[in-house]
């Protein structure tokens, strides 16, 4: 039996011989032994091809990718993003993070479908399917994505720190504090992959509980919260933090991090129907993560929305003062407000740093192949984000308003970096020959190039008008303008390589696959 499903399984699922060939000479996400056994995933026996019937366990099984995920959605860039698109545009961009959560669903079940399809992650297939100049470019702009929110996220949980210690521990201090979670994040891991995702799970609920608890001290309208989401509005004054809300919620890392976890769980890849299956949990699980984080986001934003929107601080609201005003607007209550927002910036801080850290050594092991032990690759990785952000925090510790100006500059940084996630992504998940037949439909194909095109073209706008006002002088200019132009040719290149793909796997793999067989 095994013999003659062989070249039928090879012709769905074409890389699956060439992972096992290459399992020992490459990095890989996790190991054998590291893998969760999904109870009925290995069973032997009935039509490979058919799906199994759902079941709760299997879904409880799968639960965790999705909410480690999330965290990028939930990070101290996202709330201060929310924080301001509340005080600045009130109610009215409700709606535009709701959809812009729907957008990111959608691109991470597509980059679940190519870690789960293929059985490698995206910075992995990047490796292989692309010349080693662009494979380098690729991966330091994946590496600057990662600093530019790692940073962010740092500050974000230093200031937290400095707030939960009523500044006894100035900004450089609680740096130094969190750079430390590297080394939870590696003793976590040393009990499995289960109990690190039970941490993110109790950091995720302690988010929910604290913006939660705000947004009942606040008691915003119901009626515009209701409007704000379902009715599109957007003016010429609003336009800055509708393009915020937009980019603050596609994180380039977390591309290539998804396609990566889901692979945490033993999937048999050469049986269609249970790679279907799995890609069917790992979605349900994504949309039930993800409707938690647009609840979360939601909670500040409206709670910001409520009590600062056509006063005369929102526009100078930011991370580093919002407690203060929060605390003066709404007073100490049961528990001070002020406490409630530190310790939601806590745990968002504290998760996205940890993340950060395994996104960016599945980054570095993908594009470069790397067989380093994972306390050496999360030290270079903690490294690359904790010497800047020292520096950062000790010279911007002084003032809110140059903690705004670095929080623009990271986030044009990410900005930049998108159509080399999004790109690589779509490409490689619309070929047969990479992901078999769980190559992504026309329709879905147009959508999610539509919906990359949107993204791509908001955050261009974002670099026009962040670059109209802050260059000047002609030398800077002209860099400028050849760093562009580089950037643009770059981005033409990716998608016209992906146009081309299919051809050369087309003749490169059937050969690979036959010495394989032989």
Not at 6 to 22: A, H, K
Not at 110 to 136: D, I, K
Not at 476 to 489: E, W
Not at 500 to 512: E, H, I, N
């Amino acid at each position: 039996m095994a013999p003659a499903n062989q070249p039928e399984q090879e012709s769905l699922l074409p890389n699956r011989s060439l992972e096992s060939e290459g399992e020992d000479n490459e990095e890989t996400a996790y190991s054998s032994s590291e893998k969760i056994l999904i109870v009925g995933i290995d069973e032997d026996g009935g039509d490979s091809s058919v799906v199994p019937p759902f079941s709760w366990r299997k879904l409880w099984l799968f639960t965790g990718p999705g909410f480690l995920m999330s965290i990028a959605f939930l990070d101290p860039g996202n709330l201060e993003g929310d924080l301001q698109a509340g005080a600045i545009a009130g109610y009215t961009l409700l709606w535009l993070l709701m959809w812009s959560t729907i957008a990111g669903l959608m691109i991470q079940i597509l980059s679940a479908r190519l870690g789960v399809a293929t059985g490698r992650h995206l910075a992995e297939l990047c490796r292989e399917e692309y010349p080693a100049w662009a494979r380098y470019v690729l991966w330091i702009m994946a590496e600057l994505a990662l600093i530019g929110a790692d940073i962010q996220e740092v500050i974000g949980s230093a200031i937290a720190i400095k707030i939960l210690s009523n500044g006894a521990l100035p900004l450089w201090a609680g740096v130094v504090i969190t750079a430390l979670d590297c080394f939870i994040f590696l003793f976590l891991e040393n009990y499995g992959v289960r109990k690190l995702e039970a941490v993110f799970a109790v950091l995720i609920a302690i988010m929910a509980v604290s913006f939660a608890w705000m947004f009942g001290e606040a008691k915003p309208s119901g009626k515009e919260l209701l409007i704000g989401v379902l009715v599109p509005k957007l003016s010429s004054r609003t336009i800055r933090q509708a393009v915020g809300v937009v980019g603050c919620i596609i994180m380039p890392h977390n591309v290539f991090l998804h396609s990566a976890l889901v692979q945490s769980r033993k999937i048999d890849t050469n049986k269609k129907g249970r790679v279907q299956e799995a890609l069917n949990y790992y979605s349900i699980e994504s949309a039930i993560a993800l409707l938690i984080s647009f609840m979360i986001n939601m909670f500040v934003t409206t709670v910001f929305a409520k009590g600062f929107y056509g006063t005369e601080v929102a526009d100078s609201l930011g991370l580093g003062n919002a407690g203060q005003y929060l605390e003066e607007k709404y007073g100490g209550g049961l528990f001070p407000i002020l406490y409630i927002w530190g310790i939601g910036l806590l745990a968002a801080g504290q998760s996205s740093t940890i993340t950060g850290t395994y996104a960016g050594q599945f980054i570095m092991g993908g594009f470069l192949n790397l067989r380093l032990k994972k306390w050496i690759r999360a030290l270079i990785t903690r490294s690359f984000a904790i010497v800047p952000t020292i520096i950062v925090a000790l010279v911007f510790d002084t003032s809110d308003a140059a903690l705004d100006v670095l929080n623009e500059w990271l986030n044009v940084l990410q900005s930049v970096q998108i159509p080399f996630a999004l790109i690589p992504l779509l490409c490689l998940v619309s070929k047969e020959q990479v992901v078999g037949v769980f190559k992504i439909g026309t329709a879905l194909k147009t959508v999610s190039w539509i919906v990359t095109v949107l993204l791509i073209a908001i955050n261009g706008y974002l670099l026009v008008d962040f670059f109209s006002s802050e260059v000047s002088g002609p030398w800077f200019g002209s860099v400028v303008c050849v760093a562009t132009a580089a950037y643009v040719v770059f981005i033409i290149y990716l998608i016209s390589r992906g146009s081309v793909l299919s051809t050369w796997l087309g003749r490169a793999l059937p050969k690979k696959i036959t010495n394989c067989r032989n």
